[in-house]
């Protein structure tokens, strides 16, 4: 199989447009090939899968998701120091970045919770993190639909501020008035996606995704970023700056189907601060 070029960084109109919606779609971000090895790996890695915890909605649903900081040699941590996430990820936060936090989120058939309405950085603010300089990468792992629970996004709502955020059955929520005016005003869109698509999108961006009500499960790669400047003032459960090695496009497909070492460190529900957010 011939080696895969390092993609090009994105061009000023794409830059312009994360900065105006709050959120960039790039099709095929993986090749069908990363994609296909990428999903093989997860659905047979067992350190990964056993570290998964459920996670419940206001309705009582639960999705799972398995969740570290430190990106290693395997294949999630080539695709999160990959040139192509990495370069785009500098652009839109205007400079060096590192590594905040990766997750596999599993939003399993007929059965996965939803999402409530949400921004990352409602999460990430009491990690002390002064500025919403942070921003994500969703990589679908399998497609995405609307019958399977897409993510939801609020075109333009990065642009509100942090919105005040609460608790909601196991997860924390945007508040419900403030989300009920936002969509009055902004576009919903539903982010449909083709297996290797990529989202990358800003850590104040109200999203959310429905229960999966299909036969075909949702599985996504979330990669999550923080401006090196933008360094938390206090400890947390995520890291302080840690300088990212950044890896040329073709480690992904070299690592191959090496999947979690039973080392590695996941994140358990207890430790997550950010749960100690007020009630609702």
């Not at 942090?162 to 196991?170: A, I, N, Y």
């Not at 997860?171 to 996606?193: I, Y």
């Not at 961006?205 to 036969?215: E, I």
Request: aromatic fraction near 8%; hydrophobic fraction near 40%; glycine fraction near 8%.
């Amino acid at each position: 199989m011939p080696a895969i070029a390092d993609r090009p960084p994105l061009t000023a109109a794409q830059v312009a447009d994360f900065n105006r919606d709050g959120y960039l779609l790039v099709p095929g971000l993986l090749a069908p090939a990363e994609t296909d090895l990428l999903l093989a790996t997860a659905k047979a890695d067992q350190v990964m899968l056993e570290a998964a915890v459920g996670v419940a909605d206001a309705a009582g649903r639960t999705s799972k998701l398995s969740l570290w900081n430190h990106p290693g040699d395997d294949i999630y941590g080539m695709v999160a120091r990959s040139n192509r996430i990495v370069t785009p990820m500098e652009q839109v936060l205007g400079g060096e970045v590192y590594h905040y936090h990766s997750k596999m989120m599993l939003k399993e058939p007929r059965v996965g919770g939803a999402w409530e309405w949400h921004q990352d950085y409602g999460y990430w603010y009491n990690n002390g993190c002064l500025f919403p300089l942070m921003a994500s990468c969703l990589i679908a792992v399998d497609r995405a639909s609307k019958a399977n629970g897409c993510l939801q996004v609020l075109r333009g709502s990065h642009l509100m501020g942090r919105v005040e955020h609460g608790r909601f059955g196991g997860q924390t929520g945007a508040d419900p008035e403030r989300v009920k005016e936002a969509m009055k005003r902004l576009e919903l869109v539903h982010c449909e996606m083709e297996p290797g698509s990529g989202l990358f999108f800003h850590g104040n961006l109200l999203h959310s995704s429905a229960p999966n009500t299909s036969p075909d499960s949702r599985w996504s790669l979330i990669c999550c970023y923080n401006a090196a400047r933008n360094d938390p003032y206090k400890e947390s459960h995520h890291p302080r700056y840690t300088p990212l090695k950044k890896v040329a496009d073709a480690a992904i497909l070299e690592a191959g189907a090496k999947g979690m070492d039973e080392r590695v460190a996941f994140m358990k529900p207890e430790a997550d601060r950010t749960t100690a957010a007020k009630k609702v």
